[in-house]
């Protein structure tokens, strides 16, 4: 009986601890060289426009559309 409350207790640790990890995780650094900088979803250049208007993008605009595509779901 303990056995299995013990089990159970140290998965949710062991998941609650990987949330936290997770959020703690610094972003994953841009992959760029002198060129320009590179789409972290698709491995594309990102267009230097995107770049002046979001300084800090990591993904090219299609990437993040599908992105934000999936994050709020289908409707209908
Ligand atoms: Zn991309």
Known sequence: MADVVD???VE???YIADCI????KPIEP???D???RYCLGCGCKINLLRLV???NAVRCVPCET???TKEHGRRG
């Open 7 to 9: 089990r159970a207790a």
């Open 12 to 14: 949710t640790d062991a």
């Open 21 to 24: 990890r997770q959020q703690r």
């Open 30 to 32: 841009p992959d760029e």
């Open 34 to 36: 002198q060129y320009g």
């Open 53 to 55: 208007k979001v300084p």
């Open 66 to 68: 599908l992105g934000e």
